[in-house]
Every structure is written in C-alpha cells, then in structure tokens.
C-alpha cells in the first residue's frame, strides 16, 4: 500500500527553524523526484523546493532561497525540508508529493507528481 507521510510541523517563532520529513512507503524512491508544496491559507498551494530522483536537480522557489534546504535518503525512503530563518509568511500547511521520474532535473509543476502526503501545519508566530 502507497503511503506519504510528512511529519515534523509547528509552532516557531519567527527567525526559528523546522526540519520537516517525508516518509514514503509502499514503493522505492529511487525513481522518484519529490517534492515539496505548501498552501497558506486563502491561496493556492505552491511549490517550495524539489529534488531529482538522483539528488543532483534541485529547486527552490524565489521565496524559500537560502533559507531552506530540501534532501533526501533513499536507503530510508526519506525526503527533508530543513527551514532555517523563518518568516510568518512562511506559515502554511506543507506537503511532500513523489513523482516517478528518471530525470537528472525536477519539477515544480505540482500536476505532474503521483503520490501525495495529508500535509503537516508549520506556523512561525511570536
């Protein structure tokens, strides 16, 4: 049976960090690009970060750049959101999502992904 299972959201205060984590089950990462998305409330979900199937492709989106870090490890069937310096507009229910893909790039086009996690609540807030 195909799960995604993101885990690690929260309360922060604003400059804090989260480390968010995927797991996937019922399948094998190694040819899946994954994904990471986020939907705050009134707007549309949108892309955050991706990783290729071999962890060489990565994006970010403008918002996110420097400040997190997306990894992943396919021994354990894992994908990573770290989230250093975070900011209230951060604030958002974030998903993890699995595409199957062989590419050495990734995509944040979120109707080409697969398999997709409920979603964990990451609020930044003093």
């Known amino acids: 049976q195909l799960q995604v299972v993101e885990s690690g959201g929260g309360l922060v205060e604003p400059g804090g960090s989260l480390r968010l984590s995927c797991h996937y089950s019922g399948f094998t990462l190694d040819a899946y690009g994954l994904g990471w998305f986020r939907q705050a409330p009134g707007k549309q979900r949108e892309s955050v970060s991706c990783i290729s199937s071999s962890g060489s492709g990565i994006y970010y989106t403008d918002a996110v750049k420097g400040r997190f870090t997306i990894s992943r490890d396919n021994t354990k069937n894992m994908v990573y959101l770290q989230m250093d310096s975070m900011k209230p507009e951060d604030t958002a229910v974030y998903y993890c999502?699995?595409?199957?893909?062989?590419?050495?790039?990734?995509?944040?086009?979120?109707?080409?992904?697969?398999?997709w996690g409920q979603g964990t609540q990451v609020t930044v807030s003093s």
């Open positions: 999502a699995a595409r199957f893909s062989g590419s050495r790039f990734c995509t944040h086009d979120q109707s080409l992904y697969d398999y």
